[in-house]
């Protein structure tokens, strides 16, 4: 649906109402990566029966999280918190090798759910590094993504946590150097990033597919075509959740009075609608849609009824399950496909 104007106020009649609007960002909400994380949770729980252990949070979400734990997730932050013998899944973010070392070692049974764009970039990693270069790696100190692409080859990594980190970096030789980038970032901030660290380091290297993904790239370029026409953008997701995080600064950079990151409804404050006419809405690529529609909900309550769906992409992607659970899943006769219950 099409972007519609307000109309303007009748100039001969000041206490004419304005129009109240909502415009609701697609694509939003789950992308195919956290999809497949969560079904792959769902459905271990269902083959295997409660407790399963996840190692991390499986998305970031604070509603998927506890959603799951009230069935029997449980959620630990390293390997030696499994019991022994164990199921165990590795969230959507990806880990380092070490950590498959360490489940093995403690006879784990492990179910990979990390998101295939995220092991497309531990891939590029490996590959580099097999050949020597210094791989300087985009992304947020801390990060779990960012932890575990690192651990692929931590002797040829340098973090780049943003374009003023760039006069901090060292290589070895100005000729072998590449880029890489966690896969939620803002799109404009990597290419700044890569603009400095070209001028420092002119013969550095492309990965060789983009490593933003594909989600994170739509979810902005949909907040980028709404923000100029927004007074107030709501994004829908958790604080940790690095993608949610941008689309707020996103919103802010391209026109946006204010913007705001809640994970339920009830998170809104009424003071952040006074003069408001028109609410951007949308959510990060690890936030089930119920949670857009509480926030609809809230918002009609209050006058703002009129919702304009704002599209600026299709999406068709599904990821298949991780390979050894649809194993297990084809030998118990369960179905193999699905989709989240949140999703």
Request: aromatic share 4%; hydrophobic share 40%.
């Amino acid at each position: 649906m099409g972007v519609v104007t307000a109309q303007p106020e009748t100039s001969g009649n000041p206490t004419a109402l304005k129009t109240k609007r909502v415009l609701l960002a697609a694509p939003r909400g789950y992308c195919a990566g956290v999809d497949r994380a969560v079904v792959a949770v769902e459905k271990a729980l269902d083959l295997y029966g409660p407790p399963v252990y996840v190692r991390k949070e499986i998305v970031h979400n604070k509603h998927v999280v506890q959603t799951l734990q009230a069935r029997g997730a449980i959620f630990v932050d390293e390997t030696d918190e499994v019991p022994e013998g164990e199921t165990v899944i590795f969230s959507a973010h990806g880990v380092a090798p070490v950590v498959h070392q360490e489940a093995a070692a403690r006879q784990l049974k492990t179910i990979d759910a990390t998101c295939p764009l995220v092991t497309k970039v531990h891939h590029e990693a490996r590959r580099f590094a097999a050949v020597d270069f210094d791989i300087l790696l985009i992304g947020h100190d801390g990060h779990e993504e960012v932890i575990g692409t690192a651990g692929e080859a931590p002797e040829h990594v340098h973090l780049v946590d943003g374009p003023g980190d760039v006069p901090n970096i060292e290589v070895r030789d100005p000729e072998k150097v590449v880029w890489l980038s966690q896969t939620t970032l803002s799109v404009d901030e990597t290419m700044e990033t890569v603009r400095r660290l070209r001028e420092r380091f002119p013969k550095l290297q492309n990965p060789p597919s983009d490593d933003i993904c594909y989600a994170t790239q739509n979810r902005q370029v949909a907040v980028k075509k709404m923000a100029p026409e927004v007074d107030l953008m709501i994004v829908v997701g958790s604080r940790n959740s690095s993608n949610s995080v941008r689309l707020v600064e996103v919103a802010l950079e391209h026109g946006a009075r204010a913007g705001h990151l809640v994970d339920y409804a009830k998170e809104i404050d009424e003071a952040w609608l006074a003069g408001v006419e028109t609410v951007g809405v949308t959510s990060g690529a690890s936030v089930p849609e119920l949670l857009v529609r509480d926030v609809l909900s809230w918002l009609a309550e209050r006058g703002y009824g009129e919702v304009q769906e704002v599209t600026t992409a299709e999406e068709s992607l599904v990821f298949s399950l991780p390979k050894e659970l649809r194993t297990d899943l084809k030998a118990a006769g369960m179905a193999t496909t699905g989709t989240s219950d949140h999703a």
